[in-house]
């Protein structure tokens, strides 16, 4: 995935921090299987990692484009 806009960065952007709210949310959590709830944490985590890599990358070529 590349971001090809600012309107795809913002877009991006709002997913992180819901991305990052529902980790929150996850790693508070009490009850259940334990192993299922590490397991979906550690894949919100990836998807964190790569939102904020594509962001990274986005804004490092922002400014040869303006």
Do not use: C, V, W
């Amino acid at each position: 995935m590349n971001l090809r806009s600012e309107r795809e960065l913002a877009n991006t952007k709002k997913k992180l921090a819901r991305l990052e709210a529902l980790r929150a949310a996850h790693e508070n959590e009490t009850g259940g299987d334990e192993e299922l709830r590490e397991m979906t944490t550690d894949s919100i985590s990836r998807l964190i990692n790569q939102l904020k890599e594509e962001i990274a990358r986005y804004e490092a070529r922002a400014p040869a484009r303006r």
